[in-house]
């Protein structure tokens, strides 16, 4: 179980290279994401990739393309608490 504390108090910033930083914690749409690496896509664009932790797929590898239109909830790591359970076997 993924959950953030604090999450009325965090800070919004758009998704750009200025303001994301790898290993930053952001929220976006309800879900909880970790910032790992940007990347060059060509054409002067830029990617970031992530990792989403989604209650219902759990870990989940995610890009984003660079936006200043695209405003996250940046979250410090004190406010992230993380549970693993173990998965069901089906």
Known sequence: MVKVNNLD???TKPLTRCSISPM???EH???LYLAFEWK???YGK???MTICFDTDWCAVKTPFDESPDVIVKVVYDRDV???YTPA???
């Open 81 to 83: 608490s993380i549970r």
């Open 88 to 90: 069901k076997i089906l």
């Open 40 to 42: 060059d896509i060509g």
């Open 46 to 48: 830029f990617s970031l």
């Open 29 to 31: 749409s309800g879900k």
């Open 24 to 26: 930053n914690w952001f």
């Open 9 to 11: 108090e965090a800070q």
